[in-house]
């Protein structure tokens, strides 16, 4: 999600659409007509610059307009959109004549990470699987009619309540059949999970004093898993949300509690989204200034098992997780790779105690509540340090705070910039190369380090346009090791318009010029090693977001190739291959979400382009028309 609060975007929308005007000369720009059909996507198709690149598909160029275009030769089916019903005996989705109890059994807002899970359980199928999806958040300017500006304090209760419910995560059974997927929307599989939803909470820090509530004085069960950001999945077939933006749901001044220093370490009191905490208290810090500590968690979902509750796996830390990526050990531990993203903050890790056993699935159950947690300092000699974030050690001891583990997984922020871990400009999604065992990082922007501020991995001063660092780790014979303590780093690309700040040769240094991308945020592998990169920032460049693929071996290192890109305002997200690579699914989150946008500002009416209708946030799957391996 980009961090900017709902229908608010920057620069002014005149900025934008003047930069776009330079690169969008092939953009269909002329607004749609309200109730006029959306133009079928006609992907402009540039000279490459290159011959070098494994990647064959055809690049689209970059633009600004109200649709999505992807590369030619392919086909894009709108799978999912908000409103959509997804459990038994919903009704049908009425936009002017929404309620919370339809909302319940519907598609929520703001689709993010996408896991496509094969089935049966186990399988490696590609034509039926179970589609789970974050909706990371909501815009009710955009939702509801009647609220042409953000003013989340004047929403009624009952409006409130249909956000809740769009918040959190779905679980729907989907089939290829002729070439197109199907969404079953009566699976007993099909699962929401809200804003309301039972959750537990496990690992070292749940029942600590500091995570207990009226409602709840165990500690140990909270409702909701909120913020869903990116994610990811376990070999035992587990999918992970990664809580994020938590400080937009709590109401209250930070300072007029007995957790200010914590709250304020997360953003609470500094951008609030969301009313909620008019109609319920546990979302008023003054009144419950621990439930705050009850998310920023990592929370693992069984799709193969709708009754199991969802569980907030504390081992793993709080901050602003943007992803959870799991590599698995020679010896079999389970590591998860783990994002913070807001500027100034760090990339970890977590390592578990004990080894995955692929024969039993229900022993795994555990294996994310012991473990190890560590931060990232990344050394100028392209080294990386790996830092435990144990305590007793270091610094991480009761006279600097830190009453137990719980404590320091609760304020993990604090333990890691304690421990002396890098300052990152903003890490989001990470994931593994399925061959070399690489790890890749996007650090997606940070235009508040100035340039005394800059170190080796973060070498842009206002680094508006981000980079993609690639972590590879190191064992003691030089083999691929995701638990060693120490890694090396390099730089594979750096984001924004070559044609931009053309004199300023150390911040172009190292940009990718071919089919170039800015601010990178999810990334996905496919089978044969390519990286595909979904950006959230495009607008600030004149550009749609979308879709880019490279290589990131030989010759097409680091020459990115434009697949796909969304309708104005929006951001792609989730992007998820299907495991034989001929579907790649992903979400466009928050459409047509621009300067003044609201629920009748059509006819930026992504993807219905309907009168009366509003953007939609949709899941988009993306097949070649030959049905062959994309890429
Ligand atoms: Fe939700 Fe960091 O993007
Ligand atoms: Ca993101
Ligand atoms: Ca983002
Ligand atoms: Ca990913």
Not at 304 to 332: C, M, Q
Not at 368 to 382: K, P, Q, S, V
Request: proline content about 8%.
């Amino acid at each position: 999600m980009s961090q900017k609060p709902p229908a608010l975007t920057s620069p002014s929308r005149r900025a934008v659409l003047a930069a776009g005007a330079a690169v969008a000369a092939d953009a269909a720009v002329r607004p749609l007509m309200a109730g006029e059909p959306p133009p079928p996507a006609p992907a402009v198709v540039k000279d490459l610059k290159d011959k070098t690149s494994t990647l064959t598909f055809t690049e689209i160029a970059h633009g600004l307009d109200d649709n999505h275009h992807v590369s030619p030769g392919h086909t894009t089916q709108i799978l999912l959109r908000w409103g959509d019903p997804v459990l038994k005996g919903a009704p049908a989705w009425t936009p002017t004549t929404q309620t919370p109890e339809a909302q319940k059994l519907q598609f929520g807002y703001d689709n993010d990470y996408i896991a496509f899970m094969p089935l049966p359980y186990g399988s490696k199928s590609s034509t039926s699987g179970l589609l789970c999806i974050n909706h990371e958040s909501s815009r009710h300017a955009l939702m509801f009619p009647g609220y042409p500006a953000p003013r989340p304090d004047e929403l009624p209760k009952d409006l409130v309540d249909i956000e809740m419910a769009a918040h959190g995560h779905t679980v729907v059974k989907i089939d290829l059949k002729g070439g197109a997927w199907t969404v079953d929307p009566t699976s007993s599989f099909n699962r929401r999970t809200m804003a309301t939803t039972e959750v537990d909470i496990s690992g070292p820090a749940a029942g600590h004093k500091r995570m207990q509530t009226t409602e709840d004085p165990t500690g140990k069960h909270v409702l909701g898993a909120l913020a869903g950001c990116a994610g990811g999945y376990t070999p035992w077939g587990t999918v992970l949300l990664a809580e994020e933006n938590i400080h937009h749901f709590f109401g209250g001044d930070p300072k007029k509690t007995t957790e200010t220093f914590g709250l304020q370490a997360m953003g609470i009191g500094t951008e609030r989204y969301y009313g909620w905490y008019n109609y319920y208290q546990r979302f008023n810090v003054e009144k419950e200034p621990n439930e705050p500590n009850r998310f920023g968690w990592i929370v693992e979902i069984d799709p193969f098992d709708p009754a199991a509750k969802p569980v907030k796996r504390t081992a793993l830390g709080r901050f602003k997780h943007e992803s959870a990526t799991i590599a698995v050990t020679r010896d079999r531990r389970i590591v998860a790779y783990l994002g913070d993203d807001e500027v100034f903050q760090f990339i970890y890790k977590f390592v578990s105690a004990k080894p995955y056993d692929a024969k039993a699935r229900d022993l795994n159950a555990g294996l994310l509540d012991e473990g190890t947690l560590y931060a990232a300092r990344f050394n100028a000699d392209n080294t990386i340090t790996w830092l435990p974030l144990i305590w007793g050690k270091g610094p991480l001891r009761e006279d600097n705070g830190f009453d137990s583990q719980a404590e320091v997984l609760i304020d993990a922020r604090r333990a890691a910039k304690q421990l002396g871990a890098t300052s990152m400009d903003r890490p989001e999604d990470i994931e593994v190369h399925p061959k070399t065992g690489s790890v890749f990082v996007t650090l997606t922007k940070n235009s508040k380090r100035t340039p005394l501020m800059v170190d080796a991995a973060n070498p842009r001063p206002r680094n508006r346009a981000g980079h993609i660092l690639e972590i590879m780790p190191m064992g003691a014979n030089g083999e691929v090791d995701h638990a060693a303590t120490t890694a090396r780093w390099r730089i594979l690309l750096k984001g924004g318009d070559p044609a931009q700040r053309k004199s300023d040769t150390a911040y172009n240094a190292g940009i990718t010029e071919n089919g170039w991308l800015a601010c990178p945020d999810n990334l996905v592998f496919d089978n044969q090693g390519r990286l595909w990169i979904t950006t959230d920032g495009g607008n600030d460049f004149g550009i749609a977001d979308g879709i880019w693929a490279t290589d990131v071996d030989g010759p097409g290192r680091a020459l990115t190739r434009h697949f796909f890109r969304c309708p104005d305002g929006g951001e792609v997200t989730g992007p998820a291959f299907t495991p034989d690579g001929t579907t790649l699914f992903c979400a466009v989150q928050h459409p047509g979400d621009i300067e003044d946008a609201h629920f009748s500002s059509a006819p930026k009416s992504w993807p219905d382009f309907k009168e009366g209708v509003p953007p939609r946030p949709s899941v988009v799957a993306i097949r070649r028309t030959d049905g062959k391996v994309i890429g």
